[in-house]
């Protein structure tokens, strides 16, 4: 399983930005994937989950982005984004997409920086 995050930026505070985290592979190993979702790291700071979500549409989100970001899911797609409003720049962080299988999968990194 591959995945590709875009969407990253440059906002000003209480702006928002879309991200996007599109899986790719086989048939089978998609089919497998149940959770997806994203992390986030900050200079100096440990990695953070942000939101996930299953397959069927179950989500959860760290108590710092409740109200302000949703996490969606396209099964058609195999894509997962993260709609981020209100940001405020604590939210400036790597952001990293990941799907579970048997094995977690990792994306590449899409850098959001909010300006105050």
């Known amino acids: 399983v591959q995945l590709q995050a875009s969407g990253g930026g440059l906002v000003q505070a209480e702006g928002s930005l879309r991200l996007s985290c599109a899986a790719s592979?086989?048939?089978?190993?998609?089919?497998?994937?149940?959770?997806m979702g994203w992390y986030r790291q900050a200079p100096g700071k440990q990695r953070e989950s942000v939101a996930a979500?299953?397959?069927?549409?179950?989500?959860n989100y760290a108590d710092t982005v409740k109200g302000r970001f949703t996490i969606s899911r396209d099964n058609a797609k195999n894509t997962v984004y993260l709609h981020m409003n209100s940001l405020k720049p604590e939210d400036t962080a790597v952001y990293y997409c990941y799907a579970d299988k048997v094995e977690r999968y990792w994306g590449q990194g899409t850098q959001v920086t909010v300006s105050s």
């Open positions: 979500i299953t397959r069927i549409g179950t989500t």
């Open positions: 592979g086989s048939i089978f190993d998609l089919n497998f994937i149940n959770w």
